[in-house]
């Protein structure tokens, strides 16, 4: 019983490949189909973004303990950092800086911070629709460090190290993975079709499949001839 099934299971398989690679047009014309579908949904529906950023170099009143536990400290400064920049009080200065043209909300979910490991340098990115905003946000943000945020952590300074810029080529990372996913979309969707056609096919193709099927050994096969007349 289990052999018969594996000996099934080892037909269907045989079958699936070969009707896959016979009928290999459906994978390519289905997978481009969704390419193109996912395209045009990308460009009608996704905006692009935009994205500014600057360097900010954070100097810590326990600087001389640094040495010791650069990492740690570091990371803590960068965390710090984020959660103060993300307070409402900090937020709602920024979106009056920009004249209110975005939400408190939509401005948090702009902001990207990160801190190379083991440095007290904060990368401070800005992700919008508006390439002028983005650099906006990030000028405001920069400002309000350096007035506000130094008090608020301790810190002895937060220097500037490069200023936001405003990006001429905007940000295709949303778009492009509109189109993987319509692509791997694609092709599952031709192998639910091949794997129906798979099923509907009851043709035996070669001799072993029947002496597998049959458990029984083939003496002998009898060409076909398609080119011969009836008599």
Do not use: H
């Not at 579908?37 to 900010?56: D, E, G, R």
């Not at 490991?117 to 629709?129: F, G, K, P, Y």
């Not at 458990?215 to 060409?223: G, M």
Request: aromatic residues 6%; charged residues 20%.
């Amino acid at each position: 019983m289990n052999e018969k099934f594996f000996f099934d299971n080892k037909i269907t398989y045989f079958n699936f490949l070969n009707i896959a690679i016979k009928r290999w047009y459906i994978t390519v014309i289905v997978t481009l189909i969704c390419v193109i579908a996912s395209i045009v949904y990308s460009l009608i529906n996704v905006a692009p973004t935009y994205t500014s950023t600057a360097k900010l170099y954070i100097i810590s009143r326990t600087q001389d303990d640094l040495s010791t536990n650069d990492m740690s400290v570091s990371m803590g400064l960068a965390r710090d950092f984020e959660l103060i920049i993300n307070d409402d009080s900090i937020i709602n200065e920024v979106a009056q800086a920009i004249d209110y043209k975005y939400s408190a909300s939509k401005i948090k979910n702009s902001i990207e911070i990160e801190n190379p490991e083991s440095t007290r340098i904060i990368d401070l990115s800005v992700e919008t629709d508006n390439p002028e905003i983005s650099k906006q946000i990030v000028s405001s943000i920069c400002e309000l460090s350096q007035e506000k945020v130094i008090n608020i952590m301790g810190v002895d300074s937060i220097s500037v190290v490069s200023q936001g810029n405003i990006t001429v080529n905007p940000a295709r990372d949303r778009q492009l993975r509109i189109i993987f996913i319509g692509g791997l979309a694609g092709i599952g969707i031709s192998a639910v079709i091949l794997s129906l056609l798979t099923l509907g096919n009851n043709k035996i193709s070669s001799t072993k499949e029947l002496e597998e099927l049959l458990e029984l050994n083939v003496l002998a096969t009898i060409p076909y001839n398609k080119n011969k007349r009836n008599s």
